[in-house]
């Protein structure tokens, strides 16, 4: 049995980035010390969720690949011997910018990157202003304890991107997120809303014999604009294995756990259920189109 201890940092951020660093430091000598191998954290989780309004001044968050940020964690990496997935906000170029999770190697070195693929659009979420869609595919990242099929927030309902990433040789699906409510939507409703985000990605574990970790941003963040009441993030980060069964599950305060990963389990699950076998791979052309014939 091939076990993988997985850390899981859920936080609150403030408009002070700084701190924010510090605290997921911290945290993550945490996970460490808790023996975690591999640590991830949520989506841009250097700065506040800024994609509330669009305000191109914003842009100066970003920042390139390599940079200060995978110096800083590099650096941290490197001490403590661990995996890290980190999300930042790339700046590729003038003008075009990523929303992009890095993977760090033991050693402080750069294993690989994804750019987010889908990119949304809805009140509160104006991603389209801010992040160029990713063109890197959907390929894991190589790393020591394992390939990371990493994506990113708004992919999790995309079944196509988890099954990509499978039929590419992940073993693991990881996903960086910032989700949540806005504050002025009911109770109930935001609860459906948890409950089908959760339930998609489960979904994806069981479609693809695969553990998923996914790590979510937490806490009310204010809209700059005051239009709106803002975001309420859900927190609820979790890790579920390869039958989508709860391998651990937060609630809505800041956390941080390790987690232990059955990496063998997948080809157990997929020899009782054959899924990838039985694919008709000859049938599956329709998929290429918008809608319809």
Known sequence: MRILKTGMIQMSCSTDIGANIGKFQENIRKCAGMGAELVVLQELHNTTYFCQTE????CDLAEPVPG?????FGALAKELGIVLVLSLFERRAPGIYHNTAV???KDGSIAGKYRKMHIPDDPGYYEKFYFTPGDLGFMPVETSVGKLGVLVCWDQWYPEAARIMALNG??????????GGVAADPLPEQALQRNAWQLVQRGHAVANGLPVITVNRTGHEDDP????PGLEFWGHSFAAGPQGEILTQFDVEEDCRVV??????????RRGWPFFR???IDAYSDILKRFGK
């Open 55 to 58: 305000n191109a001044s914003l």
């Open 68 to 72: 200060p940020s995978t110096d800083t």
């Open 103 to 105: 993977v760090i190697e």
């Open 170 to 179: 992940a073993e693991l699906l990881i996903y960086p997120t910032a989700i």
């Open 225 to 228: 604009s005051g239009c709106t």
């Open 260 to 269: 232990d990963i059955d990496m063998d389990r997948t080809e157990y699950v």
């Open 278 to 280: 039985d694919r008709r």
